[in-house]
Every structure is written in structure tokens, then in C-alpha cells.
């Protein structure tokens, strides 16, 4: 099918190119209000020109706070000092079926060297308790660090922590006893 007004469909891609170079998340309905236009002219052109609207990620949002908040014993030099620090972080994967995998793995600071690793779906206490699990060797004289404490301080189970002689939570650190 020939388009009615071929001039006219290459100037209407021209103007919508240049409202997507300073907005390229609008779609055919914003763009049709913008350009006073039928949004299905719209729609059709950006179609036969192939210029699409780029999507909005949504971004992860802690949705709640932690019950109770403490120093972070990294900051205070006197804490840190002659202790080993291990501290941990949390990955996300996406497999190729869409899905997303979460992992959570501690390192000791010095040397980098992984002490372990976990892997689930969900991203809750039980990742960074399961870290700890795996942790193959203790780690006596230890703080625990975690960015991600916020999240899971209040849910995280201090008795495998306490195996591990990392026992008294602190802030976003685990210091052992």
C-alpha cells in the first residue's frame, strides 16, 4: 500500500527523530499530542521508519528500613585495626529464558581471595546467611562487611554468623568476638 503523502511521512520521522533525541522513551500517543497529529499516523510512520520508544527499566527500591540502625564499624579506625575484614556484595543474572538469578559472595579484603559463594532466586537475609554457610574456613577476628545490610540486617540470622565467629552485627559489619 502506498502511503497518500510520501513528503509528508519522511517530514513527520524528521520531527519525531528530533523529539526522540531529547526524550527516546516517548511513544506514538505523547508524540501525536507533541506533534498535533493523529496518534495512528504516528504509529504507522515510526513503524515504516523503524524508530521505536526506548522502555523504562524499573529499578529496585528497598521498600521498607531496617528496625534497628548502627555505626558502620569500617568508619572507626580503632575497630578496624589488626582485624581481618571480609566483606560481601550481591549479584544479579538474567538467564536467557528471562529469569533472574541473585548471588552473594564474600571476600576477604587483603587479598581478594573468595571465601564463598551462594545462589538463589530471591534476594533476602537467607542469601547472605547462606554465604556465610558456605564459607569453607573461619574467619576468627573478622569484620563482616555488607553493603546490603540495610536490607537484610533485621531478617539476617546471627547464629550462622556465630558459627563462623562472626557474631555481633554492627551497622552494615558483622565483628567477631
Known sequence: MQPKRPKMDKALAVRIEQLHEQDDTMGHRKLAVLLTTGKNRVKRV???????????????????KASQVAPNLLRVPEQVQGK?????????????????????????????????????????????????????????????????????????????????RLCAFNGSSWHAH
Open 46 to 64: 515510526m513503524r515504516k521508519y523503524g524508530i521505536a520508544a526506548r522502555r523504562k527499566r524499573r529499578k529496585y527500591v528497598y521498600p521498607g
Open 84 to 164: 581481618e575484614i571480609v566483606f560481601s556484595d550481591i549479584l544479579e543474572v538474567r538467564l536467557s529464558d528471562g529469569s533472574r538469578v541473585r548471588g552473594c559472595f564474600a571476600l576477604r579484603k587483603r587479598t581478594r581471595a573468595i571465601l564463598g559463594i551462594a545462589f538463589d532466586y530471591h534476594m533476602r537475609a537467607d542469601l547472605v546467611t547462606d554465604t556465610i554457610q558456605t564459607m569453607t574456613f573461619e574467619t576468627p577476628g573478622s569484620i563482616w562487611h555488607s553493603e546490603e545490610a540495610q536490607a537484610v540486617r533485621s531478617r539476617a540470622d546471627p547464629s550462622s554468623a556465630c558459627a563462623k
